[in-house]
Structure formats: C-alpha cells, structure tokens
C-alpha cells in the first residue's frame, strides 16, 4: 500500500541552527502539507503546497519556514534558525485533490527537538 | 470558519466493552469530517470519512461514526474494544473555501484488560 515516508524520524538541533525536514508523498498526489503537534498540544496546520507553490499558510508558519519540491518526489520542510518553541512532531501529508472531502494521508512524522 | 471539540482527553473502557469517543465540529459550509489513529510512533491513519452521503459511516477495525446535523456532532464508536485499539485518536473538519483541515485535540483511548 503506497504511504507518505518522512526522514529523519527524530532530529536533534542546537537553537539557530538551520533544519530541513523529508517527506516522501504519495507518487500520484499532487497536493502537499505540513502538520505540527508541540507536546501535548493539537495538530496544527503549517502549509499546502499545490502545483510548485505555496496555497496556503498559516500564521505559524512564518519567514523562518520555507518549504520546497526539489526534484518532484521530495517534498521538504527548512527552519532556517530554530528556537526551542519549534521542538514539535511534524507531519507530512499528501492527498489526490484539494478537494474538502479527499482524506490526506500522513507520515509517521518527524520529532524535531531544538535544544 | 470552523472547529472541532473533542470532549475528552483520555477514555478507559475494559476489553471488550464498547467504545465512544465524542466529537463536535462547527462549521459555516457543509463539511467532511474524518476520525484518524495514531498509534504510538506512527502515522495518522485514517479509520473513516463522512462526505455528506451516508450519515452512519463505517470504517476500519469494527469503527463506525454517526453524523448528526442537528447535534453537530460526529461522535466514534466501536461495540467491542480490543487491546489493539488502545492509541490516539483525532476528529477532523474540512469544509469551506479555505479547506483547511483542522484537527481536534485528541483522545487517549486506553484498554484496560
């Protein structure tokens, strides 16, 4: 069965330090998202990706985020200097359409720990 | 704009008894509503979807979920939990122009044998 593949599974950063997060969609979706999940917290949505550029964002993500699809299969998450708020599990997700009523498939996540 | 409440944090029911988990959304548009699983150092796993067919909404692993417009509530439930079912478990709205998927804050579902 296809699935969203993310890498590393944990990462440890010094604060400042710039992180770039992996995902691996589904071949055929065409629509890409990250998901956060600080530590007892809700899942929160970061970013959609549809078509080379972004869709929408929310007010996390903010210019200390980017996110890009290097070579049409990767899909990645950069934090270009991390604060120690940033420590959260990150989720990949990609789906078929953009349509409200298509479910997203998810990654196993990233922990992402900034020390 | 919409939302999503889940009721409970953690639930503990013993093996082999039913299991609801409760869930209410606010929505301004018609919206699909998803139940996923995280299972300890996994991904979200989508158990069931309602997209405005069907009201009662099965899913995987002996789930089911009820829509009910006039509650606003798309509550969980399984008739006989297993040990296997013990996890995380998440409602989630999508609905309106900005499709955002908005998540719930989850529900520790613990099996006690």
């Known amino acids: 069965e296809p699935e969203v593949t993310q890498t590393p599974s944990h990462q440890v950063t010094q604060m400042g330090q710039e992180v770039i997060l992996r995902c691996v969609p589904i071949?055929?979706?065409?629509?890409f998202y990250w998901y956060r999940q600080i530590l007892g917290q809700k899942v929160e949505f970061l970013v959609s990706?549809?078509?080379?550029?972004?869709?929408?964002k929310s007010e996390i993500f903010d210019d200390q985020f980017s996110v890009e699809r290097p070579d049409g299969s990767n899909f990645t998450l950069k934090i270009r200097s991390t604060k120690l708020e940033d420590s959260a599990m990150y989720f990949c997700?990609?789906?078929?359409?953009?349509?409200?009523?298509?479910?997203?498939?998810f990654g196993q996540g990233t922990r992402l720990t900034v020390v | 704009a919409q939302s999503v409440t889940q009721l409970d944090s953690h639930v503990s029911v013993s093996e082999g008894t039913p299991v609801l988990l409760r869930c209410n959304y606010s929505?301004?548009?018609?919206?699909?509503l998803f139940w996923y699983v995280q299972h300890p150092n996994k991904g979200l796993q989508l158990l069931l979807k309602?997209?405005?067919?069907?009201?009662l909404v099965k899913g995987i692993n002996g789930f089911e979920a009820e829509f009910k417009k006039s509650e606003t509530s798309f509550h969980l439930t399984k008739p006989s939990a297993h040990m296997s079912d013990a996890a995380e478990y998440f409602c989630?709205?999508?609905?309106?122009?900005?499709?955002?998927?908005?998540f719930g804050k989850g529900t520790r579902l613990h099996i006690l044998p």
């Open positions: 071949s055929n979706h065409l629509y």
């Open positions: 997700a990609s789906s078929l359409t953009g349509a409200t009523n298509t479910e997203a498939f």
């Open positions: 990706f549809y078509n080379n550029e972004i869709s929408e």
């Open positions: 989630v709205v999508s609905a309106g122009r900005d499709d955002k998927i908005i």
């Open positions: 929505s301004s548009y018609s919206p699909s």
């Open positions: 309602y997209t405005s067919a069907a009201t």
